[in-house]
């Protein structure tokens, strides 16, 4: 059906004209980001996505439907496994290719029997990861993405985290990821309370209106002293913000309470 799809159908265009089979792993898909000046590495707060757009993680794959952070499916043990064994080896790679990496380097990593395998890699930041992640920053992020630059990660300390938990729900336009009907007015937005923001992505504004303009639409994040509350208060924000053909998932960050 993938193979028919990609070169059958040309579902993707000239994209799907070449394909790669590889092993299938089933295990946990979490989120490990890191920053780097070439030399150095600190790591992100940890965080996983809901990348398909139906609960329960039913339905096809989008950029992403919410995230939530820290997660517990990566702990302090594997987490230094990931930075040893990944980042830090990949990083070693590229300089040997006379490559020194500045940026943000995200791992899409498959968890299986507590061992992590690299599913992809970005050299960016992961969207909505980002979201909650950034939520949960005491640090100046400033000060370390100058760092990065100026390649002197070494001399600052770890980042600093609340120990808050952070949720982010994706709103999306009803039909993505694909058709989608677009130029919808958004309401609510001025009704979210503290500790709640709200990230713009597919969104235009006309005179004083904030209209939908893309497939995934905002990203409303919320923190709270657990992440059971998380869950309740970006929720509570999710139900104030309105259009015609208005989409989320229901169950955002629940997958992080099947862990415990």
């Not at 990861?129 to 950034?134: F, G, K, L, N, S």
């Not at 990065?148 to 938990?165: A, G, M, N, R, V």
Request: proline fraction near 5%; hydrophobic fraction near 35%.
């Amino acid at each position: 059906s993938a193979i028919e799809t990609f070169l059958v159908k040309k579902t993707f265009g000239d994209a799907g004209n070449r394909i790669v089979i590889e092993e299938r792993i089933d295990g946990v898909e979490a989120s490990f980001i890191a920053l780097s000046d070439g030399n150095s590495v600190i790591p992100m707060a940890t965080s996983q996505d809901h990348k398909r757009i139906y609960d329960c993680d039913k339905g096809p794959n989008t950029g992403g439907m919410g995230a939530y952070s820290p997660t517990p499916v990566i702990d302090e043990h594997l987490s230094q496994k990931i930075q040893k064994n990944i980042i830090n080896k990949t990083l070693e790679g590229m300089k040997k290719e006379g490559i020194s990496f500045k940026g943000f380097l995200y791992a899409g990593i498959m968890i299986k029997n507590d061992e992590p395998y690299v599913l992809e890699f970005n050299v960016r930041m992961g969207d909505p990861e980002c979201q909650p992640i950034m939520m949960r920053m005491n640090s100046d992020l400033y000060e370390y993405l100058n760092a990065s630059s100026e390649q002197t990660l070494s001399k600052l300390p770890p980042i600093s985290w609340t120990s808050e938990s952070a949720v982010c729900v994706i709103l999306a336009s009803k039909g993505y990821p694909e058709a989608y009907p677009k130029n919808e007015e958004i309401t609510g937005l001025d009704l979210t309370k503290d500790r709640v923001f709200v990230f713009h992505a597919g969104t235009k504004k006309e005179d004083v209106k904030i209209l939908t303009n893309g497939g995934r639409v905002l990203g409303v994040t919320a923190l709270g002293d657990s992440l059971e509350n998380a869950i309740t208060n970006a929720y509570s924000a999710v139900n104030k913000i309105s259009w015609p053909n208005k989409y989320c998932r229901k169950d955002i960050g629940k997958k992080g309470l099947s862990y415990r």
